[in-house]
């Protein structure tokens, strides 16, 4: 069932409350006392499996995280929005609501912009409003702050406006403002796990029929660790858009190989399409498809093996996630191939694996509970001994999508 957003009571947890409230507290040093102002929680997230695979019709693994955006923000008389972050603390970035939004400087208000300019471009009447940003999730960092910061966004807007919608409708227009404000041409997953993540559970979503299935993740069993490479390399940026033009060329020569065979995305290609096309099919593109196509398997696979609480198997499929995704796909780095051997060595890690877009960012490794410590320690000093900088790496459990806290 679609969720309506406002009137959300989600159960607020201390460290979701103590956030809230100092985020409150810098809104009013900012923008001063008086007036109703709401808190808004928005998570990042990390996908478990499925990478790459948005973008072609296929599944998905992803669960949102502990580190939030949390956007103070109170109505404004006027029709214009005053944006402030605290991670950039020296601007105010101001635009009217009444004229044409468009895409400039500096780049991170470009997420609240274009979210602005395509909930008014969907026909939703705004109201002007004055919103702060305050961060525990790492920008740029391969957790979704974009997504977060987002849905976050058009969350408080929808409120101040009085105006519910439907997570995934919220979640396709958030992805708009992302292709057109920020240019990243990204897939729909993340928005859709920051808007609609279920506390303790995965989402097994399906990008092609929007369908949603949630997976228990056992926390007597279970830790989902997080490390992050801090790197972050430029590359990264400029491939994505390659990736996902190999995978449509990949599509045209399938269609053409196969005219009897109704394919509209790599999620229609077979292994057995990708065996017979060695030798015919570039191999670049060949490679590209290969990984699209098994990690659709593997992501479905990985949910049941979890549901099964068959760790072994789910860890398995996560090695072999990362191994494509370095070897098929080339989105992996140094840091990050490094990270995944080193977590794939310790006691009581199921698999680890690259996590997000690739080229930096950060891994995720599943463990048992009493191999966090051990795993953190072995990761930070192992990382730092190699490449001199300390990794960030914690534990979190899966929370629940973006709500309006107060
Ligand atoms: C980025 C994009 C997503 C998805 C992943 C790779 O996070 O925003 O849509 O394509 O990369 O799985």
């Known amino acids: 069932?679609?969720?309506?957003?406002?009137?959300?009571?989600?159960?607020?947890?201390?460290?979701?409350?103590?956030?809230?409230?100092?985020?409150?507290?810098?809104?009013?040093?900012?923008?001063?006392?008086?007036?109703?102002?709401?808190?808004?929680?928005?998570?990042?997230?990390?996908?478990?499996?499925?990478?790459?695979?948005?973008?072609?019709?296929?599944?998905?693994?992803?669960?949102?995280?502990?580190?939030?955006?949390?956007?103070?923000?109170?109505?404004?008389?006027?029709?214009?929005?005053?944006?402030?972050?605290?991670?950039?603390?020296?601007?105010?970035?101001?635009?009217?609501?009444?004229?044409?939004?468009?895409?400039?400087?500096?780049?991170?208000?470009?997420?609240?912009?274009?979210?602005?300019?395509?909930?008014?471009?969907?026909?939703?009447?705004?109201?002007?409003?004055?919103?702060?940003?305050?961060n525990t999730l790492p920008l740029g960092g391969g957790l979704s702050s974009s997504a977060a910061i987002e849905i976050g966004t058009g969350l408080a807007m929808l409120t101040l406006a009085g105006t519910e919608m439907d997570a995934d409708r919220l979640a396709l227009i958030c992805q708009k403002a992302e292709h057109e404000f920020a240019k990243v041409p990204c897939g729909i997953m993340d928005q859709t796990i920051v808007a609609s993540g279920r506390p303790g559970h995965a989402m097994l979503f399906d990008c092609r029929s929007g369908a949603k299935s949630f997976v228990k993740l056992e926390p007597g069993d279970?830790?989902?660790?997080?490390?992050?490479?801090?790197?972050?390399?430029?590359?990264?940026?400029?491939?994505?858009?390659?990736?996902?033009?190999?995978?449509?060329?990949?599509v045209a020569y399938f269609k053409k190989a196969h005219p009897g065979v109704s394919i509209k995305a790599l999620r229609d290609v077979t292994v057995k399409m990708i065996a017979d096309a060695a030798g015919s099919l570039d191999e670049i593109i060949l490679k590209r498809?290969?990984?699209?196509?098994?990690?659709?398997?593997?992501?479905?696979?990985?949910?049941?093996?979890?549901?099964?609480?068959?760790?072994?198997?789910?860890?398995?499929?996560?090695?072999?996630?990362?191994?494509?995704?370095?070897?098929?796909?080339?989105?992996?780095?140094?840091?990050?191939?490094?990270?995944?051997?080193?977590?794939?060595?310790?006691?009581?890690?199921?698999?680890?694996?690259?996590?997000?877009?690739?080229?930096?960012?950060?891994?995720?490794a599943l463990a048992q509970p009493r191999a966090v410590e051990p795993l953190t320690e072995h990761l930070v000093r192992m990382y730092q001994e190699k490449f001199g900088i300390t990794p960030n790496v914690f534990a979190t459990t899966a929370t629940a999508g973006a709500s309006v806290i107060e």
């Not at 979701?16 to 709401?38: M, N, S, T, W, Y």
């Not at 989902?224 to 990949?250: D, F, P, W």
């Open 289 to 364: 498809c290969r990984h699209v196509v098994t990690e659709i398997a593997r992501a479905l696979e990985a949910a049941s093996a979890l549901t099964k609480a068959n760790y072994e198997r789910a860890g398995e499929l996560m090695r072999e996630s990362h191994a494509s995704l370095r070897d098929d796909y080339e989105v992996s780095c140094p840091e990050l191939d490094f990270l995944a051997a080193e977590a794939g060595k310790m006691r009581g890690v199921y698999g680890a694996r690259m996590t997000g877009g690739g080229f930096g960012g950060c891994i995720v």
């Open 222 to 250: 279970l830790r989902v660790v997080i490390a992050n490479t801090m790197v972050h390399h430029e590359l990264g940026s400029s491939e994505y858009g390659k990736r996902r033009a190999q995978c449509e060329e990949g």
């Open 1 to 134: 069932m679609p969720v309506s957003h406002a009137n959300s009571a989600a159960a607020v947890s201390a460290d979701d409350r103590a956030a809230a409230d100092a985020a409150k507290q810098k809104f009013i040093a900012q923008f001063g006392e008086g007036g109703r102002i709401h808190v808004i929680r928005a998570p990042g997230r990390v996908n478990l499996i499925g990478e790459h695979t948005d973008y072609n019709d296929g599944l998905v693994l992803p669960m949102a995280i502990e580190p939030t955006v949390m956007i103070a923000c109170r109505v404004r008389e006027d029709s214009s929005v005053r944006l402030a972050s605290t991670a950039f603390p020296e601007d105010v970035v101001a635009f009217s609501l009444d004229s044409a939004i468009v895409p400039g400087e500096p780049k991170w208000a470009n997420y609240g912009r274009g979210v602005a300019a395509e909930l008014k471009g969907a026909g939703i009447p705004l109201v002007g409003m004055d919103a702060l940003l305050d």
